[in-house]
Structure formats: C-alpha cells, structure tokens
C-alpha cells in the first residue's frame, strides 16, 4: 500500500520560500508510469493542481505558479519536495502531495496534506 | 474562479440518485476522455472515486457512475447513503500547457 506524507513548516512569512517535502513508501518513486504530485486547497475552496514530476526530473507546472514553483525528486530518499517563492497570504492553503497516474488525471494516492498559513 | 464549473451544491434523500455535472471547454473535459472525480469529507484528503470518465477503482462502490457528453462530465450517485455526504471535485486533462484543472467543488447533503 502507498503511503504519502507531506513534512516542512506550518508557518512561513511573506515574501519567503514556502518549501515542502513528500516522502513516499510501500513504492518506489523511480517506478515509471506516475506523476508526483503537488496540489493545494485554499481555506474552504476548491483543489488547485500545483504540478508534478516524474522520476527522472522532468517537471510540469501550472502556468498561473510557473514563474514561482520549483518541483524537485531524491529518489534515493524516495521523496519529492515543493518550493514556492515569493509567498503572500494568499498562499495560505492545505499542500498535498498525491501520485498521479500517467499523465491522465488520475490521483490515486494523497497524503493528509498539511496546512502551510503565510503570515508576519 | 475554477476552470471546470460545478454546482455548489445539490442535495437528495437516502435511496434516491444525484447527478453531479462538471462543465468545461473543448480544450479541457471536451477534448480528453481523461476526467476524474474525487470525494473529499471534511478534513480529509481527497479519494479517487472515478477516472477515465467512467471507469471506477478497486473497492468503488458501483453506484458511482459516470458519464460525458460534449463538454460535461457527470458523476451519478445512485442509492444515495448518509456516508455519501462529502465534496465532490471533478478533474480534467487540458493539454500540454494547463495539463490538469479542478472544478470548484459540489457539496452534497443527503437529507
């Protein structure tokens, strides 16, 4: 059974870098055919898809965060980590990490997502 | 705003069957079959309830259906139950620059 878990601070200031990191067991990471995922959840709204990654670096990015998101992979740590720059509360959102299905829309596995709030 | 439209909220009785439309564009639910749906209660992360438009994962109940026609994606729930009482996101492929896009949420209430 893969399992998810997102990890890094709850609290980050404006302006700064909000940086994350999924750390994925029972799989691999390098296991072809999936799309590390990034999507967050503002408070009480809708999901918004942040990007993903496959194992072997390449990455895909929503066009609205390309300019500030950075998606990174360690397979040898079989995890995969998420910085966003230059945050402002309306960053202020539930992260999760998820595993995406080829590259079709199909995210089969979240993690409990962790709440990231943007404030002084 | 949401690229993918949803009702806000729609509401049935134990039993009875909910439909649950998602509507986007030809660039995104028109053109790919690759439309998913995701159940989400409060405070938990989202499950993956249909993928591929139709096509239901492992230990999905089958009175979760879905369907599309032109730009709409429909996600039916049939024998509505109290524990069906969530979230529900609809999710489409939209082409190799947006890639991937929400709808806004549905909040269904059995009453």
């Known amino acids: 059974q893969v399992q998810l878990q997102e990890s890094g601070p709850g609290l980050v200031k404006p302006s700064q870098t909000l940086s994350l990191t999924c750390t994925v067991s029972g799989g691999s990471i390098s296991s072809g055919g999936y799309y590390w995922s990034w999507i967050r959840q503002h408070p009480g709204k809708g999901l918004e898809w942040i990007g993903y990654?496959?194992?072997?670096?390449?990455?895909y990015y929503n066009p609205s965060l390309k300019s500030r998101v950075t998606i990174s992979v360690d397979t040898s740590k079989n995890q995969f980590s998420l910085k966003l720059s230059s945050v402002t509360a309306a960053d202020t959102a539930v992260y999760y990490c998820?595993?995406?299905?080829?590259?079709?829309?199909?995210?089969?596995?979240w993690g409990q997502g962790t709440l990231v709030t943007v404030s002084s | 705003q949401s690229a993918l439209t949803q009702p806000r909220s729609v509401s049935g009785s134990p039993g009875q069957s909910v439909t649950i439309s998602c509507t986007g564009t030809?660039?995104?639910?028109?053109?790919?079959?690759?439309v998913s749906w995701y159940q989400q209660h409060p405070g938990k992360a989202p499950k993956l309830m249909i993928y591929?438009?139709?096509k239901r994962p492992s230990g999905v109940p089958d009175r979760f259906s879905g369907s599309k026609s032109g730009n709409t994606a429909s996600l039916t729930i049939s024998g509505l139950q109290a524990e069906d009482e969530a979230d529900y996101y609809c999710?489409?492929?939209?082409?190799?620059?947006?890639?991937?896009?929400f709808g806004g949420g549905t909040k269904l209430t059995v009453l």
């Open positions: 030809s660039s995104d639910v028109g053109g790919y079959n690759y």
């Open positions: 999710c489409s492929y939209a082409g190799s620059y947006t890639f991937e896009v």
């Open positions: 990654i496959y194992y072997s670096g390449s990455t």
């Open positions: 591929d438009v139709s």
């Open positions: 998820a595993r995406g299905v080829e590259m079709a829309t199909i995210f089969d596995y």
